[in-house]
């Protein structure tokens, strides 16, 4: 469908809304005619009132004539000067598909390239022209993908999708308004009767009376079926839209394998599919790790680090890079599904560029200083309140950060110990199973349990609790030893945190030390010695 055809969809949906509005004013008004005919008195007045009520929001749905606009996107924009290379990479790909270049270029924190225009008048006349480029995104492509990507959204632009976006956004955003407004008004209804019938109640239980059954069924029914009526017809007009934009991605899709290269666009998708987690994964495990503790990585790799954890975890990741969901795109995803994506571009003929994608260059070398534009974007996108917290190199954020977090384990555990009369700490815990063996039983009662533990007794029973127990004195051990200074957190960025323990044979006797304590005939000395002892 062409851009022409797109726009005239568009008004007509558009349309759609203002002769839902006409009908239903229509509608109203007839049973207004209706009601001062062949009705009089408190009867006409109530419905007369009804409808003006109801119209309200009718009207103010179709002159909501100002069309929206989001925030703006949190990011850094930056200037031909400074990075002369990414826009000469942006404006050759412009031109080589036929289309305007961007008059902005904003880095960002997302693993997403997207394209935006300011154009005016519903779409007819252009307007500013914004690029969107996630530098975690670039950090896991090389310049063939990254070419891929961005001929894509230049594809947009020259397909006009951009235009047409402010036109789609007015009518989304008065569907929304008129049917909030419509439940808004249901729910304050509903709350006023229910208010009024608690107080009649509570009136009727004072003088002894037995209080009848709250029911608020009936009311709101005229701004529920106003909302309904509605709420069908931007059912109806977000399938119809989003159908548009999932057209819109196959077609911008072309334009990428035009420009880079059939590999290097299906390369693309199929590592964003492999990206995308993996930076919730960083972000989650790495990057705000010590936030807990008060701590931040160093300046800049807070996003910086995702390329060391990238290099480290490479051959995990590809498993997501070749297996895509195959699951279909619903009716109201803007997107079609990534396998369909791909399994388009990779039934075309072969171009020959696969060679190209194979020999090219990391897409953060387009950038003149990547560690300088990885700093310049934390105070972009970051709170002042993370901003505000002290800044410590990887390894130490990872030790001081798991020591709190096994800390605050271990805290549980000592307020277990309390509740059975032990001193808190390790030393309290084990002098009190010294007293006391069957402390150790009772210890376990107050940890979540398995709903296969919870349904165990006997021998089998014992075996979940000593497997707890021992988990338990395993944990305060180890946060006595962090703590002091015995053992330590080790940072990895190829697998989880692990708590380094002194050289030699150590690992292997706080195991036995372990097993001595939870035995049946309980032996806590090699533990004292092992972790109390200086």
Partial sequence: MGATLRALRALVLLAGFYLLGVVLLAVLAAADWACVTWLHGP????????????????????????????????????????????????????????????????????????????????????????????????????????????????????????????????????LIRTVTHFQERSDKKIAKERAKQEKKAAKRIAAGKTAKEIDTDGEGAMYRAMAAIYLAYGNFYMRATLSASRRQELAADLAAVRIAGRDAAAGALRELNALDPAFDFYMHGYATLGVGSGLMPPRGQVFGGFRTMLAARSADLDELRTELSTEPASPYDSHPALAERVARIEALPDDGRGGQAAAARPSLELLADADASMAALEPAVLTPQALALPRVEWAELVHRSMLGYAGQGAERIREAAAAEGAAPGLAGLLDAIDADPAVRWRLTEHFPKSEQAAAATGRAAREFARSALRRALSQLATDRLADSGTARWQLSWSEPATLRYPAGDFADRLDEALDAAVADQPDTEPLRKLVLAP
């Fill in 43 to 174: 009867a006409a007045f109530k419905v007369l009132i009804v409808s003006v009520v109801l119209a309200i929001p009718i009207v103010r749905g179709m002159f909501m004539l100002r069309t929206p606009r989001g925030d703006p996107r949190p990011g850094v924009a930056v200037t031909d000067r400074q990075e002369p290379v990414l826009w000469n990479t942006v404006r050759e790909i412009a031109e080589h598909v036929g289309t305007r270049a961007p008059d902005e270029i904003v880095l960002t924190e997302e693993v997403n390239a997207a394209v935006s225009e300011d154009a005016r008048l519903l779409g007819l006349r252009p307007g500013t022209r914004r690029l969107y480029l996630g530098l975690p995104l670039m950090t896991g492509l090389d310049e063939m993908r990254l070419r891929a990507v961005l001929a894509h959204e230049m594809g947009h632009y020259a397909n006009l999708d951009t235009r047409l976006t402010p036109l789609i956004a007015r009518g989304r955003a008065q």
